[in-house]
């Protein structure tokens, strides 16, 4: 009887320890990266076969939607397509994993520009009370399309991780409002945000710029404008695979010409839609390339690998090292155009993201 008894405790002991180790199980799995159990349904692409798993997993879902190619459609169609936020948060539902909650607060301004106002989306971290750093954000869309909540995460997640109120930045687009109104008004509101610090909760001796592809390229116009016209420097820029030049016969351009979700088919669609001329392409504005790089802050730039606008990140390195601009420049293996904003489930993004806080932090230091 009494063996029985001490079996049956044993057994009991076992059963307990067993489900023990499975409870363990699941909260190991719950500490390993949103995104790791998201993986994509087919083979590679020809465009890509590189790329990373997580990374396709994203773009195979934004190209299941069959939205039609942003070349073929007008402006005001081509602001309909999915996006690749759009493609992160199915995907997500559809594996049931509810993200991290970003802590931050969010408002909105209206900020004064030339024939008009323009909104901007304000973060500010829940922990501390501030005087934060600052850092004004441009988001991406060449210009044309796109929105502060399509990027959204970008700006969410450098305000948590630099722990710097972040104002993101809705500047007009054409064909609407053509070149040089976006780079008029990304220098308007940087310069409303120099004036509101106080309102921000912001320290006025630590304020950097930052932006995604064409919003990259507005960021760097505000260094340099901000140089030419006397005002304070940004204290660092962080630009991620910006817009730099307007020569499409380099290597990235032919390797990766049918890329997605940035082709050079709507790159070029891009610019036929913000500039008045596609002449206008060479201005130094555009082709940062060609502008003076002397005496700009310190500069981070985020590359994809599987982007068209890869050699133009690297010649733009190469060309603020040679004006004597200290730059920090990381190529993401297997990622694409559109990756910085996706580390709910891709890993290089999320690596980026540390990166460029980092750096972001060294330099408000």
């Known amino acids: 009887m009494r063996s029985n008894k001490l079996h049956k405790t044993a057994a009991a002991l076992l059963i307990a320890t067993v489900m023990l180790g499975a409870v363990s199980c699941s909260l190991d799995d719950h500490n390993l990266p949103v995104g790791a159990s998201i993986k994509p349904k087919g083979p590679k692409p020809a465009f890509a076969p590189e790329i990373h798993d997580e990374m396709w997993a994203v773009i195979e879902k934004l190209l299941s939607y069959g939205d039609p190619p942003i070349y073929t459609l007008t402006p005001q169609r081509a602001r309909m397509n999915h996006t690749v936020k759009d493609a992160v948060m199915d995907l997500l539902s559809e594996n049931n994993i509810t993200p991290p909650k970003p802590q931050v607060d969010t408002s909105g301004a209206d900020i004064p520009v030339i024939d008009g ?24 869309g060449g210009w044309v399309i796109a929105n502060i909540d399509v990027y959204d995460p970008s700006a969410a997640a450098l305000s948590e991780k630099v722990g710097a109120v972040v104002v993101s930045v809705g500047y007009r687009k054409g064909p609407e409002h053509k070149f040089p109104t976006a780079h008029n008004d990304a220098v308007s509101a940087y310069q409303w945000v120099m004036g509101n610090m106080a309102l921000l909760k912001g320290d006025n001796t630590k304020i950097g710029v930052a932006g995604e ?42 390797q990766y010409y049918n890329a997605k979700p940035l082709d050079v088919p709507s790159i070029k669609w891009f610019l036929g839609h913000y500039l008045n001329d596609l002449s206008e392409a060479k201005d130094p504005r555009i082709s940062l390339v060609l502008a003076d790089l002397k005496n700009l802050p310190s500069t981070t730039i985020i590359g994809a690998q599987i982007d068209p606008l890869q050699s133009e990140g690297q010649l733009l390195r190469d060309k603020l090292n040679e004006a004597g601009v200290r730059v920090s420049y990381e190529l993401y293996e297997g990622t ?24 972001f932090k060294d330099a408000f230091k």
């Open 336 to 359: 694409t155009h559109e990756f910085f904003g996706t580390a709910v489930i891709v890993p290089e993004a999320k690596q980026a993201q540390d990166k460029a806080a980092e750096n």
């Open 213 to 254: 592809s064409a919003g990259g390229n507005l960021a760097a116009n505000v260094s340099i404008a901000a140089r030419d016209k006397g005002l304070t420097m940004p204290k660092h820029q962080l630009l991620v695979y910006p817009v730099a030049n307007s020569d499409t016969t380099v290597a990235s351009y032919k």
């Open 117 to 140: 106002s323009i909104h901007a989306r304000i973060y500010t971290p829940k922990n501390g009370s501030g005087p934060f750093p600052v850092i004004v954000y441009y988001h991406g």
